[in-house]
Antibody, heavy 119, light 106 residues
Framework: DVLLLESGGGLVQPGGSLRLSCAAS????????MSWVRQAPGKGLEWVSA????????YYADSMKGRFTISRDNSQNTLYLQMNSLRPEDTAVYYC????????????WGQGALVTVSS | SYELTQPLSVSVALGQTARITCGGN??????VHWYQQKAGQAPVMVIY???NGPSEIPERFSGSTSGNTATLTISRAQVGDEADYYC?????????FGGGTKLTVL
């Protein structure tokens, strides 16, 4: 069974950095694109970033460009999100999500990691 | 940037049919996907590429797209269908979600 497990969330001060990880299992990790999607408390889903299966192509939401970096280690079956210059409005649950072969949607999601940006 | 518009809430009587709309410019030309998110849980895909349902999703869930509107239809609504529902498309190398619709089963 496909399993996605996020880690690395927590409390960070404004201007600080945090790296989220998403450990994948149950499928050939390198064959599928992945994304990060976040959800602020009481709000809707917001896409953050995507990366191709090889890691050679990356995509970002405009509001995250330059502050967030998505990467993956296919040898470790792990997806990452490096978040810098964090702001209070970045407070959210961050989900990693897997795309199917046909792409453009998300067939599996992790349980989420809470990131709280506050002094 | 591309935008998707959903009603904030939809109510349906138990056993009746609920329809949740998702509006977007020429959305009929895009692949539209739908997710269900119950309170405190991660989203679950219920419809992909306009009208296809994952095998684990009941056939009561269906989707359609035409012109500027995509519609998620839930037949014979059950209390367990109460959740937030989100539509999603890809546009210009970015993922776009609708604002979400809260479904209440009365």
């Amino acid at each position: 069974d496909v399993l996605l497990l996020e880690s690395g969330g927590g409390l960070v001060q404004p201007g600080g950095s945090l790296r989220l990880s998403c450990a994948a299992s149950g499928y050939t990790f390198s064959s599928y694109a992945m994304s990060w999607v976040r959800q602020a408390p009481g709000k809707g889903l917001e896409w953050v970033s995507a990366i191709s299966g090889s890691g050679g192509s990356t995509y970002y939401a405009d509001s995250m460009k330059g502050r967030f970096t998505i990467s993956r280690d296919n040898s470790q079956n792990t997806l990452y999100l490096q978040m810098n210059s964090l702001r209070p409005e970045d407070t959210a649950v961050y989900y990693c999500a897997k795309e199917p072969n046909t792409g453009s949607c998300f067939d599996y999601w992790g349980q989420g990691a809470l990131v709280t940006v506050s002094s | 940037s591309y935008e998707l518009t959903q009603p904030l809430s939809v109510s349906v009587a138990l056993g009746q049919t609920a329809r949740i709309t998702c509006g977007g410019n020429n959305i009929g030309s895009k692949n539209v996907h739908w997710y269900q998110q119950k309170a405190g849980q991660a989203p679950v895909m219920v419809i992909y590429r306009d009208g296809n349902g994952p095998s684990e999703i009941p056939e009561r869930f269906s989707g359609s797209t035409s012109g500027n509107t995509a519609t998620l239809t839930i037949s014979r609504a059950q209390v367990g269908d109460e959740a937030d529902y989100y539509c999603q498309v890809w546009d210009s190398s970015t993922v776009v979600f609708g604002g979400g619709t809260k479904l209440t089963v009365l």
